[in-house]
Each structure stands twice: as C-alpha cells, then as structure tokens.
C-alpha cells in the first residue's frame, strides 16, 4: 500500500520560514519525481515545486521562487520543502505528491491530474 506522510507545517509570522516534509512508503522512492502543491481556502490546488527522480532538477512556480527550495533525500524516502520569507498569500494547505518516472526523463510535472498519489496535507499559516 502506497503512503505519503507528511509532517512539518504551523502557524509563522510573515518573513519567517518552515519546512515540511513528505515521506513515502510503499513505493520505490527513487524512481518518483515528487512535487508539492497548495490549495488556498475557495482556490484550486495549484503546483508550487517539484523535484526529479534523480534530484537533478528542480521546477518552481514564479510565486514562490527564490523563496523556497524543494529537496529530496533518497536514502530517507523523504522530499522537503523549505519556505523561507513567507507571506501571507503562502497561507494553505500544502500536498506533496508522486508521480513515477517509468521512463527516466528526469523532469518535473507541474499539471496536478498527472501525479499518482498524494499526501493527507499540511496547513501552513503565515500571519501578517
């Protein structure tokens, strides 16, 4: 049976950071490209990051670049997501998800219909 725990989350103050984390189970985690998507209250679900089966490369929606790092350990079965100078409009609930790379391309995917499983979710709160 496939999980995706994640953990990590809160309540900061603006400018502040926090990390999550998603670990996998169930699922050769080597072989996932992961990304991590937010879904604001009366909002779609919208890609945020994401990171390659090989970690090699990373993709970030213009939102959150240069403010936040998406990050795999393969040894761990563990993809993090660092967010640093929050804000706000980063308030949600954010949803790592896995998609395998049967092929090896080594990209990231950004439309959220094409990943397989997902986590349970994490609020993230930033206060102003």
């Known amino acids: 049976q496939v999980q995706l725990v994640q953990s990590g989350g809160g309540l900061v103050q603006g400018g502040r950071s926090l990390r999550v984390s998603c670990i996998v189970f169930?699922?050769?985690?080597?072989?996932?490209?992961m990304g991590w998507f937010r879904q604001a209250p009366g909002k779609e679900r919208e890609f945020v990051a994401g990171?390659?089966?090989?970690?090699?490369?990373?993709y970030y929606a213009d939102s959150v670049k240069g403010r936040f790092t998406c990050s795999r350990d393969n040894a761990k079965n563990t993809v993090y997501l660092e967010m640093n100078s929050l804000k706000p409009e980063d308030t949600a609930d954010y949803y790592c998800?896995?998609?395998?790379?049967?092929?090896?391309?080594?990209?990231?995917?950004?439309?959220?219909?094409?990943?397989?499983?997902w986590g349970q979710g994490t609020q993230v709160t930033v206060s102003s």
């Open positions: 998800a896995s998609k395998d790379d049967f092929y090896r391309l080594g990209v990231v995917w950004t439309d959220r219909s094409l990943y397989e499983y």
């Open positions: 169930g699922r050769t985690f080597s072989t996932q490209a």
């Open positions: 990171i390659s089966y090989d970690g090699k490369t990373t």
